[in-house]
């Protein structure tokens, strides 16, 4: 019976990673064994700090754009955070998704937290949203202050 339910979760995730890889293939994105090489965009279980990241997207500049954590289809996409946290941050992503192949959230750690999507970015999209989004980019001063004459 253990036997079993662990080949039914084994099942489930590869169920997922599935779904994940034609959902991202019709995003545009370039997978390992469907093009050239030097054309991928997408690299499968990235080594980090933290252990292994189930996708990683690249830039067009070759760069860590986005994590993918990937969770059996039994399991809330959600129970993923912390742990695709930790792997955006060792790779300098600034962009997660999290997915079971069935739901799919989209996380900007800039600005908050996951929001439900139905379909996958494309980078373009991706690239789009991080610079017109760059908080770095927005100067915030402190308002200057009189002196007080007395």
């Not at 036997?3 to 084994?10: E, K, P, T, V």
Request: aromatic share 8%; glycine share 4%; proline share 3%.
């Amino acid at each position: 019976m253990v036997i079993f339910s662990i080949a039914l979760m084994n099942s489930q995730e590869t169920d997922a990673r599935i779904i994940i890889e034609k959902l991202l293939r019709e995003a545009d994105w370039k997978l390992p064994g469907y093009v050239d090489d030097s054309d991928v965009d997408v690299k499968t279980e990235t080594k980090n700090d933290f252990g292994r990241a189930d996708y990683v997207l690249l830039n067009s500049s070759k760069k860590h754009l986005c994590v993918i954590e990937a969770k059996n289809r039994l399991k809330s996409p959600l129970s993923g955070k912390e742990q695709a946290r930790d792997y955006a941050n060792s790779l300098k992503c600034r962009f997660i998704i999290l997915s079971n192949g069935i739901k799919h959230y989209l996380w900007d750690t800039k600005l908050g937290n996951p929001h439900l999507i139905d379909r996958l970015p494309t980078q373009k999209y991706l690239e789009l949203r991080g610079e017109s989004f760059n908080l770095s980019l927005i100067h915030i001063s402190e308002p200057t202050r009189q002196a007080e004459i007395s």
